[in-house]
């Protein structure tokens, strides 16, 4: 017996070891909350190619485009090359989509050292290599010459940025390679507009995520807050830290993602080191690029009670149950064929209503590719011709997704204004539109 109760103890105590590592290990559910949904290969490729199938000829038809034309290079690439596969050009390539007996075709010709391992993605209708010391411009304009486009579409656009990506120097080669048939130039701007304004399913699925991961960090870092000592170039920093561990990078510039604004209004910038005390209303202005192709753009507000306060005054309250208010109203203005500047004049009606000072932004902006991405402007309702902005009166459409804010400024007893802006993102429906994820509710307490 003796010489057994070494063996036992040692086994007691291995037992002992076994279960305390069994209880620090997370649970299956535990697991699947911290499980990174943005790891392992980019869904893009696949989507891409349904976007190239389905969108595109429905984005020609709309726009009333016969060819569009997109020339591809290294260093200096046109911003649309993503979209169409033409991102690891060398050489120059020409992209060329168009209707055909058989629907829209997509020709490419491109650089011979690159044709092979375009051809291999299956994107492409057909890839015509290009010798070395022949031109893709030239051989791209012969086919278009044996061709009878009514127009060609280029990317040269004084209103559309990402429409605007032939240079000066491929026009001028295009346009005297194509001849008399330069005089079918027109710019695809509308084309641009009516492709990227629309989202597939699949990428609606993938921004409810980055949107939900985005609202979810920014509750954690408000718990993070200690009123006198924290800062808001702290919190920034920790939702920064929350970025690196998931992999996933900025969806505006770096130097002002996240804003992060417990004083006067800033409007877009930096997070300073304001230290944030009681009686602050603190706003996060925050977004995410994932697979380095979607992002998102959430703003959460909270408000740090004083001492003794168990709850916002309700002075505060009242700011926050406005601004509320009118996200959800702008929500049920959203609906295809509603035009951009009536879903902002039905939440600057509510703002009248409810007393707010004047707000210089719009109620909402499209979000997909980047956070103020292609599609209509959901502002404008002040103006006594919307018109004037046109992105104003473009229709909203079903699978459109907007980043949009209820509203509600006060002037602040030692100067400026300070405003509510909470922004939820909701994708347009057959019969109206939804929110992606579970908008705020309650105004976060700090104690």
């Known amino acids: 017996m003796k010489q057994l109760f070494p063996v036992l103890k040692s086994m007691f105590f291995a037992l002992i070891i076994i279960s305390m590592a069994a209880a620090c290990q997370p649970s299956m559910q535990e697991t699947e909350v911290f499980e990174n949904p943005f790891t392992g290969p980019s869904p893009w490729p696949e989507i891409r190619k349904e976007r190239l199938q389905k969108l595109l000829p429905q984005a020609m038809e709309a726009a009333d485009v016969d060819a569009w034309a997109v020339i591809c290079r290294e260093n200096n690439n046109d911003p649309i090359a993503h979209h169409v596969g033409g991102e690891n050009a060398g050489g120059t390539a020409v992209f060329l989509f168009h209707k055909s007996a058989n ?6 010709f491109s650089p011979i050292g690159e044709a092979t391992a375009l051809a291999d993605l299956k994107i492409h209708d057909e890839v015509i290599p290009v010798e070395r010391g022949a031109s893709a411009i030239s051989q791209a304009a012969d086919f278009i010459r044996s061709q009878n486009f009514k127009n060609i579409a280029i990317n040269s656009s004084s209103e559309n940025e990402l429409a605007d990506g032939l240079s000066y120097t491929q026009r001028i080669a295009f346009e005297k390679a194509l001849g008399s048939e330069a005089s079918k130039l027109i710019s695809s701007n509308e084309l641009v507009y009516e492709f990227l304004a629309i989202k597939l399913p699949a990428e609606v699925a993938i921004m409810t995520q980055a949107a939900q991961f985005t609202s979810d960090w920014q509750y954690e870092a408000y718990a993070e807050i200690i009123p006198g000592k924290s800062t808001d170039a702290d919190i920034a920093k920790f939702l920064k830290k929350k970025m690196e561990e ?5 969806a ?26 009681p009686g602050d209303v603190i706003q996060i202005d925050f977004g995410i690029r994932v697979f380095d192709m979607w992002v998102s753009d959430i703003q959460r507000f909270a408000y740090v009670l004083r001492e003794g306060e168990t709850q916002a ?6 700011y926050f149950d406005s601004s509320i208010g009118g996200n959800r109203i702008a929500l049920e203005a959203m609906k295809p064929g509603v035009l951009g500047y009536q879903v902002d004049k039905a939440q600057r009606d509510w703002m009248t209503e409810r007393g707010s000072e004047y707000v210089m932004w719009s109620t909402g902006h499209p ?6 991405d292609i599609g209509p402007n959901l502002g404008g309702g002040m103006l006594e011709n919307p018109a004037s902005r046109p992105a104003a009166v473009k229709p909203l459409k079903e699978g459109m997704l907007f980043a949009f804010d209820g509203f509600h400024a006060w002037n602040l007893p030692e100067g400026g204004t300070k405003t509510m802006s909470v922004e939820e993102t909701a994708v347009v429906t057959a019969d109206g539109a939804r929110y992606l994820i579970e908008p705020q509710k309650e105004l976060i307490l700090i104690k």
């Open 103 to 108: 629907g829209i075709k997509s020709t490419v």
């Open 246 to 250: 998931y992999g996933v990078t900025d």
């Open 252 to 277: 505006w510039s770096p130097d002002q993602n996240p804003n992060v604004n417990s004083g006067p209004d800033r409007g877009h910038s930096h997070s300073t080191e304001k230290v944030i005390m």
């Open 313 to 318: 005054p309700d002075s505060v309250q009242f």
């Open 367 to 372: 979000v997909g590719y980047v956070a103020h």
